[in-house]
């Protein structure tokens, strides 16, 4: 065997890390994580001993799974075939690794919890105090919803994604925007105002012969069931 110096053993050692990476995908799904969880840390504002701990769960987990890979490796090289001592110890390899993982799990619960439900806590507290995107998230729904809906029963309804078909989209958008305007306006005579141009779009649909009273119908529902939905519930 080759006398190695300092050096060398540190290449040694780098080349190790190396190697694990490329030929482990657990190995690049853990570095990836670490760098994931490592970059969002720098805007937690932890303390000194919060990033250690932190670093130190990174540490033992990416630690132990190279030695779980170099024990498998190990037994790979001395056992071919099914061998319950060969057995053993894989498993019990494997389970440090999970300890570790689970280590790591209970360190970013504690550590990241509170200060990412306070993030969303204020996101929640903005988006209720937004009518614009209360209102944005009603049309986007109704849209998603309309288009699903066409397509689900395309074979029954016939019609494209954007006319004809089982849901009328400018019906389920027009009554969407006037329960929309009917919650912001909280006035009878302006709601009514909205209520009945959303009727006359749905009629013009009926009377252009693009869809069946039917459908019209299920346009009108889903677009105030949604918009009161995303108004009474996220509202
Ligand atoms: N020679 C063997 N005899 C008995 N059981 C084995 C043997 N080799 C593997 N096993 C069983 O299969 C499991 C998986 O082993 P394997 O070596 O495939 O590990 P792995 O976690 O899939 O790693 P890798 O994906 O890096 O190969 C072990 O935990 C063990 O229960």
Redo the contacts with the bound molecule.
């Keep these: 065997m080759k006398k190695s110096n300092f050096i060398s053993s540190f290449n040694y050692a780098v080349q190790g890390i190396i190697s694990a990476l490329k030929?482990?995908?657990?190995m690049k799904f853990h570095y990836l994580a670490a760098l994931g969880i490592i970059i969002i840390s720098l805007f937690m504002d932890f303390s000194r001993m919060e990033f250690m701990l932190l670093i130190f769960a990174i540490t033992f987990v990416v630690t132990a799974e190279m030695i779980?890979?170099a024990i498998?490796?190990t037994?790979?090289l001395v056992?071919?075939?099914?061998?319950?001592?060969?057995?053993?110890v894989?498993?019990v390899?494997?389970g440090a690794v999970l300890i570790s993982a689970v280590n790591a799990l209970v360190v970013a619960y504690l550590l990241f919890y509170d200060r990412l439900s306070n993030v969303g806590d204020l996101l929640l507290v903005k988006l209720k105090n937004s009518v614009q995107h209360l209102s944005f998230i009603s049309i986007l729904l109704v849209l998603i919803l309309t288009v699903g809906g066409k397509y689900l029963w395309a074979k029954k309804n016939g019609g494209t994604y954007f006319q004809g078909g089982a849901i009328s989209g400018h019906t389920s958008l027009a009554f969407c925007a006037a329960t929309i305007i009917a919650f912001v306006s909280e006035n009878i005579l302006v709601s009514l105002a909205a209520y009945g141009i959303a009727f006359l779009v749905g009629e013009s649909r009926i009377e252009g012969g693009i869809h069946k009273i039917s459908e019209v119908v299920s346009g009108a529902i889903m677009g105030i069931l949604v918009a009161f939905i995303v108004f009474k519930v996220i509202g």
């Design positions: 030929t482990e995908k657990n779980n890979t498998e490796r037994v790979d056992v071919q075939d099914y061998n319950p001592i060969a057995k053993y894989k498993d390899s494997a």
